[in-house]
């Protein structure tokens, strides 16, 4: 069973960790509104010379995106502290020598859209096929581009019947044409007050419609994290991963070999994680972020 955190445990903790890997959603913000004592946390941690790296599986913003949010809620951080599912597909490409020549639909927003440009690809679709609808009538026949090489299927609040049919006839259709999730979340804080419906159900619509699995890109893949690793040079037990999700989360860190820590400020309630039908433990848990703050302060 995991430790709840402590001033006891968590000077161990602090001591043995140079790097800490967040979650957005649920354990910094919540929609647009920053969770209290988050600014002051991370500033603590950045003083006492931690490396701070933020995880998230929302795909919907670019890091460039990502960055500005950080500075209208208040805090300073850079996009290379920034690693998202956006990013993660946009590199997944890259590094798999997709052919530059070739295009790539998205389902999904406008960050996938402006990572991929960003690393040299061609995107369609995105918020632009939002408002595009389809007739079935009885002649009707859906035209596709037969240079897509990929679909990336990410959170997309514009999700309709025209997008799914130009997913599927890629996949389907296309010699090779690589299927992508950003992630599967099934829900996501997208705002202050409510959980919604996250990206795992636009990916199960393709999944359903082409009888194929994705390549997932994002939280638990271990694809992000080899990036990570690459770009950081720091040692997995050296790193704890915080977040507010079991299965993506915490099993992201665990696979990695990473420290973890569950904040119950998000998706996962202290009942769900004492669950007897749970078998994802954290190696620690807390109310929020601002607890490592105030158990630090204890100690001096």
Not at 30 to 54: E, H, N, P, W
Not at 112 to 133: M, S, V
Not at 269 to 276: F, G, I
Not at 293 to 298: D, G, N, P, R, V
Request: glycine share 8%.
């Amino acid at each position: 069973m995991p430790s709840r955190l402590s001033p006891h445990n968590f000077q161990d903790l602090f001591d043995s960790v140079e790097a800490f890997l967040f979650d957005c959603d649920g354990v910094i913000w919540k929609g647009d509104k920053l969770i209290d004592g988050v600014s002051q946390t991370l500033d603590m941690l950045r003083s006492a010379g931690k490396k701070l790296v933020f995880v998230t599986n929302n795909s919907l913003k670019s890091r460039k995106q990502y960055a500005k949010k950080f500075q209208s809620l208040g805090i300073s951080v850079s996009e290379e502290e920034i690693f998202s599912s956006s990013f993660s597909a946009a590199m997944y490409l890259k590094t798999n020598d997709f052919p530059s020549e070739k295009k790539i639909y998205v389902i999904g927003g406008e960050g996938i859209l402006e990572e991929l440009q960003l690393a040299g690809f061609t995107g369609l679709g995105g918020p632009e096929d939002g408002n595009k609808t389809v007739q079935l009538s009885q002649n009707r026949f859906f035209d596709h581009d037969k240079s897509v090489g990929a679909v990336v299927v990410g959170i997309d609040p514009y999700i309709n019947y025209y997008k799914l049919q130009y997913g599927t006839l890629c996949i389907r259709e296309n010699p090779g044409c690589l299927f992508i999730a950003t992630n599967r979340d099934a829900i996501g804080h997208m705002t202050a007050l409510q959980e919604w419906p996250g990206a795992g159900c636009m990916v199960a619509a393709i999944c359903g419609s082409t009888q194929k699995e994705p390549i997932v890109v994002g939280k638990p893949s271990t694809f992000m994290m080899d990036f990570l690793l690459q770009k950081f040079n720091i040692s997995p037990s050296k790193m704890c991963m915080v977040g507010d999700r079991l299965d993506t989360d915490i099993l992201f860190g665990q696979n990695a070999g990473c420290k973890t820590l569950l904040v119950l400020s998000g998706v996962t309630s202290e009942p769900e994680l004492k669950d007897p039908s749970n078998n994802i433990q954290p190696d620690y848990y807390t109310g929020q972020l601002s607890d490592m703050l105030k158990f630090l302060e204890s100690l001096n």
